[in-house]
Structure formats: C-alpha cells, structure tokens
C-alpha cells in the first residue's frame, strides 16, 4: 500500500490532459455521442416542451444535476448520451451508449473528457424527473395547456405516457438508490 499515495500525487501533480493527449484517436467522438440505440424516451418534441414538476423552466435545461455531460452537440442542445432519432413520422428523443460510457474528471480547474470511458450518471434520479414532469403536465390545467399549446398534445396521450413511464419506474426500482456511478446496460437498462 506505499505505491498508492505516489501513484495519487503523482496523477494530481500531472500536466493537464486535453482529448488529444489521451491517444484514443477517438475521430468519431460526435457521432458516439448521438448514435441511435433505438431507446425512446418520448417524441422529440414533448421532449423540448417538457417543464420541470417544480415548475422553474424546462427539464432539457437542468440535465447536468443527473450526471449528462454538457450540451456539446450543438445540432440538437442536448448533453451527451441523449439523441434525436427518426422513426417513420415521428421524431424521437433517445438515451444513446455515450449516456453511460462517456466520463468527465474534473481536479481543480482542469477536466479532462474520456470518450468510451464510465460516466457518473443517475438515471433512476432522472427516470423520476422524467415522471414527475410528466405527471405535473397531466394533471395541472395550467402546464398542460403550455405543453399542448407547443406540442399539440392530448390529455390522454400524456397521461398514457405517464402511466408508462411510472410502470417502468416502478418494474426497474431498487431497494437502495443507486445514485451517481458507472452505469452501463447489463446493471441499469435491464435489456427489457
């Protein structure tokens, strides 16, 4: 156990990493972050829409406290590892393998990006937010009547989705919240 203490200061004292020193030759690292995996979350632009249950602004803008990296892909505002896919008419917005397999460090002021690397993702956290706003936009008049004037949302559609999302928070439950960590799809997505 005497190496670990030389090994920590040794990585702590260490020049500052930036994606081109890692050598990872990661050149497709954009089409990483939104490669379609075919999960869909809901259509893309309930999504957009979508308030936050506490009524302080849209949830797409409040991503960071569950963990995504932040909005570098500019086409569509989103953090890594979430993506807008095309199925037949309807636009969808998706969880994609970078969600979960992109890592960010941060020591002091530096941070380093580590593309194929673990993330520090909650995604029961945001699974919960998902339904929280979900269940707000149906069951208020006031955020559903926003929601629908944007969306062109049904009542029923959003409660039908609501009612999905609650079973699958439900089907996908842990005795003891997991929280931030390593996640990847055999531990969290459960492959159902």
Do not use: Y
Request: hydrophobic fraction near 45%; include cysteine.
């Amino acid at each position: 156990m005497k190496l670990a203490p030389f090994v920590l200061a040794s990585l702590l004292s260490a020049a500052p990493l930036s994606a081109g020193d890692s050598k990872q030759n990661w050149q497709f690292a954009k089409q990483f972050w939104t490669l379609d995996q075919g999960s869909k979350i809901m259509p893309w632009n309930w999504f957009m829409h979508l308030e936050k249950a506490d009524g302080t602004g849209l949830l797409k803008d409040d991503l960071t406290r569950f963990g995504f990296i932040p909005g570098t892909v500019a086409e569509t505002g989103l953090p890594i590892g979430l993506a807008k896919h095309q199925e037949g008419a309807v636009a969808w917005v998706g969880v994609t393998c970078a969600a979960c397999h992109t890592g960010m460090w941060k020591v002091g002021t530096d941070t380093v990006q580590i593309e194929g690397g673990p993330s520090m993702l909650d995604p029961d956290s945001f699974a919960a937010a998902v339904l929280a706003s979900l269940k707000k936009t149906a069951e208020d008049p006031e955020t559903f009547a926003r929601f629908s004037q944007v969306t062109q949302a049904t009542r029923d559609d959003v409660a039908n989705l609501r009612d999905r999302a609650e079973q699958r928070v439900r089907i996908n439950a842990h005795p003891v919240p997991a929280g931030f960590g390593r996640v990847d799809a055999f531990g969290t997505v459960f492959n159902q």
